[in-house]
């Protein structure tokens, strides 16, 4: 089917950056939307921000003006620059595509954000 691999986690001191990659890979016959989503601690998986097949973007208020989300079509990867870190992004960040001719959303395994006040 479709698969994702984070990278890029880490520890960071709050104002610090980190880039996350994902490379999405498989069986894809149609435009696919691909974003980010995070899961803090005792808290429900939210996604952060979505880019379209058609270049819209949307950012979850929390982390406009801070992160940047981009794709490399031909490299069938997408990134999450995040700028001015905080605590509050602490949690870990999953890899999201929703994949038309599935029909369906898949999850990557997600990698490890912790910053440190």
């Known amino acids: 089917q479709v698969q994702l691999v984070e990278s890029g986690g880490g520890l960071v001191q709050a104002g610090e950056s980190l880039r996350l990659s994902c490379v999405v890979s498989?069986?894809?016959?149609?435009?696919?939307?691909m974003g980010w989503g995070r899961q803090a601690p005792e808290k429900q998986r939210e996604l952060v921000a979505t880019s379209t097949s058609a270049g819209t973007i949307t950012y979850d208020e929390s982390v406009k003006g801070r992160f940047t989300i981009s794709r490399d079509v031909a490299k069938s990867t997408v990134y999450l620059q995040m700028n001015s870190l905080n605590a509050e992004d602490t949690g870990v960040y999953y890899c999201y595509a929703y994949v038309g001719n599935y029909g369906r959303g898949f999850w990557g395994q997600g990698t490890q954000v912790t910053v440190s006040s």
């Open positions: 498989g069986r894809i016959f149609s435009p696919y939307t």
